[in-house]
């Protein structure tokens, strides 16, 4: 593989994307070194995928120029986050924490609302499940400057940089998820405005802005599935992503769609599926 690429993408920010690029992780996996200036210690947020992790792992340490390492965090469990894991452990010797203890080395699993300390800000841990049960969210209300003066937040992917994210259904759920976006959402309360930093694709300005385009995105395929089943046999709950009816449905929603991305989305339509089914549209 060649090397990731690095960019400053906030004042308390370094995102170093691995070379992975695929229909899935769009660039390629965003990982986030956060140091507030003149910090002498740093965070690692998400490690990245495990083939080229050698080479990523390095753009990583060149980044850090020598300082110490407080914690890696996890944002969620898939192996284009995770599978570099073990190789920057042996690089960085640092706690690992994560929502799912699963995860963790030396270090107890992430709570929501805990605030941590490290690289000289502090961070706070926000559930955001959805894309996943596991996913977390990390808040930076200090890392203000314009033109986000409410800080930032790294979303993993439960928003991404760019386009929408998928639903991991049977782990992550619709109905999850808009609450997550509504949390989110809720992080830009005082109307100061919080900026997007994704696991994948570039930094957004607004995480409520986004929130709500992806809120809105979600209730239109809400109302393309109730009509697509309205008068249709009943279907069984819990929904089957695998089953005839859910890839009928997607081939009559995404008749184009690419092979590679046919399973994330007949999940995610599963997820929408699921949520018709047990609930009336918000």
């Not at 690095?6 to 965003?30: C, E, H, K, W, Y």
């Amino acid at each position: 593989m060649s090397s990731s690429s690095t960019v400053a993408s906030s004042q308390f920010t370094t995102r170093i994307t691995q070379d992975n690029p695929s229909g899935m992780t769009l660039s390629g996996t965003n990982t986030y070194i956060i140091a507030a200036p003149g910090a002498d210690t740093a965070v690692i947020v998400d490690p990245g995928f495990a083939t080229g992790a050698a080479e990523h792992a390095d753009a990583v340490s060149k980044v850090l120029g020598g300082r110490a390492v407080d914690a890696i965090l996890i944002t969620h469990h898939h192996l284009d986050h995770t599978g570099a894991l073990p190789t920057f452990l042996k690089r960085f010797d640092a706690p690992v924490r994560a929502a799912d203890e699963h995860w963790c080395r030396d270090a107890l699993p992430l709570v929501n609302g805990e605030v941590l300390t490290g690289g000289g800000t502090r961070i706070r841990a926000v559930a955001t499940p959805g894309h996943t049960s596991d996913s977390m969210s990390f808040f930076i209300p200090a890392d203000n400057a314009a033109p986000h003066p409410g800080g930032t937040v790294l979303t993993g992917d439960t928003i991404l940089g760019e386009g929408t994210t998928m639903l991991d259904y049977p782990d992550g759920t619709l109905a999850q998820y808009f609450e997550s976006l509504a949390t989110l959402a809720a992080l830009e309360g005082a109307g100061r405005q919080v900026a997007v930093l994704p696991a994948h694709g570039p930094t957004l300005a607004s995480v409520a802005r986004t929130a709500q385009e992806y809120r809105e995105h979600r209730l239109e395929r809400v109302d393309q599935v109730s009509e697509l089943i309205t008068g249709q046999p009943p279907i069984l709950t819990p929904v089957d992503w695998e089953s005839v009816v859910v890839h009928d449905l997607s081939m009559r929603l995404y008749p184009n769609l690419p092979d590679v991305v046919r399973g994330p989305a007949m999940k995610t339509l599963a997820a929408t599926l699921d949520y018709v089914l047990h609930n009336s549209k918000d």
